[in-house]
């Protein structure tokens, strides 16, 4: 099945931004994957990226790419400390900070941590909990964020949802049951990310299955809470809720349900009340449209890190790495201003 326009045109956008940026240095932890392999080799080739294949087993990098063994490497050392420093305080010794530093995942997050590496890009043969896992402890979150939490962009072939077919949904894959304060969090950083990766101003919705008042019950005021908590942190970001999925969707239901608002029948950016309704959401909407999605990408982080499916293939590593660039050069521009 042909990808939908919207797929297309997102990773072309992508491409375009990093040509136009000093080139990404993306740390790949399974960097003896034969699939992270013809990735590296694509992206090096078309001079998207710099690819650093994180490797403990003897193999050739692609032309372009570089190779680093973390059980030889001279910086093994400083990343051991590094995240001794940042773990200490959780119980973990020096002897075992030193042997995590020696693993290909750790040593790439620590990478990154270090500023030798723009961002990293792993989990094609590692769960999704230990490859996060390894991204809070190496990398941790942003100044000011307290949950790191996950985005996926649904690119669909009907181009009048979202932005030109284009929607980011959140959190899909990480926070389980957040509360008020999390909730809040996920939708500002989403917003950031639909900026960031959709390149539009993001038009929140915080859904349920109430729309303003139309229904009572706990989970419907935990939504009303994040919409508060929100508006006290960023007044500008458009955002409204609580919202059933129709009426951020669909302008005629929209404008019947909450008149008045910005929001109703334009979202781009859909934020789920917990991960079970998320998850659910977006495969649902992928494979009943049509669609492809991206992701899950971490948000929230101090420096970019996104984890892979271990059931990825060359094309998914080569999408995530552009996106992952993507992500760095927000971060640094950020920081630039």
């Given at each position: 099945m042909p990808l939908p326009q919207a797929a297309l045109d997102f990773i072309q956008m992508q491409i375009d931004r990093i040509r136009a940026a000093k080139p990404k240095r993306i740390a790949f932890p399974e960097g003896d994957d034969p699939r992270v392999q013809a990735a590296a080799e694509r992206l090096a080739r078309e001079r998207l990226l710099i690819p650093i294949l994180v490797a403990t087993k003897h193999t050739h990098p692609p032309p372009g790419a570089e190779l680093v063994n973390p059980e030889t490497s001279p910086d093994t050392p400083r990343y051991a400390a590094l995240y001794y420093q940042r773990?200490?305080?959780?119980?973990?010794?020096?002897?075992?900070?030193?042997?995590?530093?020696?693993?290909?995942?750790?040593?790439?997050?620590?990478?990154?941590?270090?500023?030798?590496?723009?961002?990293?890009?792993?989990?094609?043969?590692t769960s999704s909990a230990e490859a996060v896992r390894a991204a809070l402890q190496c990398i941790g979150p942003a100044p000011g964020i307290e949950t790191v939490s996950s985005v996926n962009i649904l690119a669909i072939p009907n181009r009048e949802f979202g932005h030109r077919g284009l929607l980011a949904f959140a959190d899909c894959s990480i926070v389980i049951d957040p509360t008020s304060a999390q909730l809040a969090d996920i939708a500002i950083a989403t917003a950031g990310s639909t900026r960031t990766l959709l390149d539009a101003?993001?038009?929140?919705?915080?859904?349920?299955?109430?729309?303003?008042?139309?229904?009572?019950?706990?989970?419907?005021?935990?939504?009303?809470?994040?919409?508060?908590?929100?508006r006290s942190r960023e007044p500008g970001l458009v955002i409204e809720g609580e919202l059933q999925a129709d009426a951020a969707l669909v302008s005629a239901v929209g404008a019947s349900k909450a008149p008045g608002s910005r929001v109703p029948g334009h979202a781009n950016t859909l934020i789920f009340p917990n991960l079970n309704s998320a998850n659910i959401g977006y495969k649902l909407v992928e494979r009943f449209s049509g669609g492809i999605?991206?992701?899950?990408?971490?948000?929230?982080?101090?420096?970019?890190g996104n984890d892979l499916s271990r059931g990825c293939t060359a094309e998914d590593i080569y999408n995530v790495a552009i996106i992952t660039a993507n992500q760095a050069e927000a971060k640094q521009k950020a920081v630039r201003q």
């Open positions: 773990r200490k305080s959780k119980g973990v010794s020096e002897r075992e900070a030193a042997e995590l530093a020696r693993r290909p995942l750790h040593f790439a997050k620590l990478m990154v941590a270090a500023g030798d590496a723009d961002g990293s890009v792993g989990g094609a043969a101003e993001p038009i929140v919705a915080l859904l349920s299955f109430s729309t303003k008042g139309s229904a009572k019950h706990s989970e419907v005021d935990k939504v009303v809470a994040a919409l508060k908590i929100v999605s991206f992701g899950p990408l971490l948000q929230g982080l101090a420096k970019a």
